[in-house]
């Protein structure tokens, strides 16, 4: 005969002098101390129907603001890199001689990928595995939500996740991060399961999933710090030695498969290398590049409500809030001090702001100076509610639509007019014809969707200051003028980046006498036509 487990109310849980009545059971943690330390297991009820249907609506937002038009776009260059190296994997030789297979990161989603390729090539099937996953993301910080707090705090969080632009543009792109942060939320979910009842194959589970989230994104890795310091800060989870020696071997023979796959291939040296450029390369933003851009990507509505939560709730704290915080400082604390960034590195942070601006949005709410008159509670209420929704709805809603301008963050949408471009080589370019593009991002599109050798004009000759997997041209004017390079490519958004490149495909153009062959074009608005590649012939 088992024993049943205890449940210990919130409201019991005492803070400072008060006493704490909490029984005692095997196999859980002893609530039965003062302060901020306590681990206490929350009553849940089942299911309403309320809440079941209101679920279901947040997940169809979720999956309609990610599905909207999602093949309008052409993939980007990123996008590019891990749906070839699916195709290398499924073994299709048009992709294996451009693409290797062993490029950068692991290969979990990129196997997935490659079962899509055996069935189908498209992009949109790619990018739908990438939204499912968004989706079932929605889905588990509900159940965070929920066990951590109520169903209330976990309905708002998943809402405010399902319409946050950060997670709904990457999420509806063929990114590692998407994947990669499902993964983390698992394990966050089975932390919280551990942290609850402090029973030793939580623990395990956790170390699988972040084993997972390393498999598919190597980054993944930082997070473990996350564990390390959400355990340290909280001693009345203890853990047994014996306990952390298995989930640490659980983690390490996960992510043990990433080397051993690639040493096993002849590639590995290329691994290494890469290994070694993303640890000298130079930094590719400013310091403070993060303050600009992640704050609206979150949401100002939802930053703001995160700030109240912590600030109106943080003398109460509890594990709970000493996780969600850890699961927000230490990423962002790595990648700060990382002088590579990224738009997506940040992602993994974005559930633990949804989940704490989500108990912001629950205090204000309940505030009771908001319930002093029965005309400012129904005034109040749905006035917060609302002004917080549609502050991710407009700029969410802005991002989905497709872009009608050359320039955009790497990482956040994809590139206008870059496969119409591809498709029109792909048509009119000699087999065996080799184009210079302005970058390696165009040179990747130009060989996915084109099926043609491309070079990056700005790829540099240093193996010092260039991703190993991209292949310089020595001397571009000499490659032009002895024929080896027949086509020239400008784009929008090479441009936008690079002064200095731009000028010198230029002089390339009038040098050799080239002749404009081709041009893509998107429209805005106003119906006037905005260049974003143009293609020229050299005649050397």
Not at 284 to 291: A, E, M, P, R, W
Request: hydrophobic share 50%.
């Amino acid at each position: 005969m088992t024993t049943s487990p205890v449940e210990v109310p919130r409201t019991s849980i005492g803070v400072g002098k008060r006493s704490i009545r909490a029984s005692r059971a095997p196999g859980r943690i002893d609530a039965a101390r003062a302060g901020s330390d306590q681990v206490a297991r929350q009553p849940r009820s089942r299911f309403r129907p309320s809440t079941t249907a209101a679920l279901v609506g947040v997940l169809a937002v979720a999956t309609f603001v990610r599905l909207w038009k999602l093949d309008a776009t052409g993939l980007n260059s990123d996008e590019i890199v891990y749906v070839s190296q699916g195709a290398s994997l499924a073994g299709d030789p048009a992709f294996a001689s451009r693409f290797p297979i062993f490029r950068a990161h692991p290969l979990l989603f990129q196997s997935l990928l490659a079962i899509i390729h055996t069935f189908s090539g498209s992009d949109f099937l790619a990018r739908l595995a990438s939204v499912a996953f968004g989706v079932v993301s929605v889905l588990l910080v509900f159940a965070i939500g929920r066990r951590l707090y109520d169903a209330t705090v976990g309905l708002a969080a998943a809402g405010i996740f399902a319409l946050m632009p950060y997670h709904v543009v990457v999420s509806r792109q063929v990114l590692l991060d998407g994947p990669m942060v499902c993964f983390l939320l698992l394990a966050m979910y089975t932390l919280v399961r551990f942290a609850e009842t402090n029973r030793w194959p939580w623990l395990y589970a956790t170390s699988a999933a972040l084993g997972l989230s390393f498999l598919t994104k190597e980054t993944a890795a930082v997070n473990v710090g996350i564990v390390v310091l959400f355990l340290s800060l909280t001693p009345a989870i203890k853990v047994k030695l014996r306990h952390i020696i298995g989930a640490g071997a659980v983690l390490g023979l996960m992510m043990l498969e990433f080397p051993l796959a690639v040493s096993s291939t002849k590639r590995q040296n290329q691994g290494h290398n890469f290994l070694v450029w993303q640890l000298v390369r130079r930094p590719n933003h400013t310091f403070d590049f993060y303050l600009h851009v992640i704050p609206p990507a979150l949401g100002w509505g939802v930053v703001i409500l995160a700030a109240v939560g912590l600030l109106a709730t943080w003398r109460q704290r509890s594990w709970r809030e000493i996780l969600l915080v850890s699961w927000v400082l230490v990423p962002a604390v790595f990648f700060e001090l990382w002088p590579v960034k990224g738009f997506q590195y940040l992602l993994p942070i974005a559930p633990a702001v949804a989940l704490i601006a989500a108990r912001g949005l629950v205090w204000v709410v309940r505030w009771p100076r908001l319930h002093t008159s029965r005309a400012l509670e129904l005034v109040a209420v749905p006035l917060v509610v609302l002004a917080l929704f549609a502050s991710l709805a407009v700029p969410t809603w802005r991002k989905i639509t497709p872009s009608t301008s050359g320039a955009f963050l790497a990482g956040s949408g994809g590139l206008a007019g870059g496969r119409e471009a591809g498709h029109w080589i792909d048509r009119h370019v000699p087999l065996g014809s080799q184009l210079l593009a302005l970058g390696p991002s165009m040179a990747n599109v130009i060989m996915y969707y084109g099926h043609r050798q491309a070079y990056g004009l700005s790829v540099s000759t240093n193996p010092l200051h260039r991703n190993p997997v991209y292949i310089p041209l020595d001397n571009p004017d000499r490659a032009i003028s002895e024929g080896q390079v027949q086509y020239l490519v400008w784009d929008s958004y090479t441009s936008g980046r690079t002064s200095f490149y731009t000028s010198t495909l230029y002089r390339y153009v009038t040098k050799y006498n080239a002749r404009l062959v081709h041009i893509e074009r998107v429209r805005p608005g106003d119906q006037r036509s905005r260049v974003v590649v143009k293609i020229y012939e050299v005649r050397p």
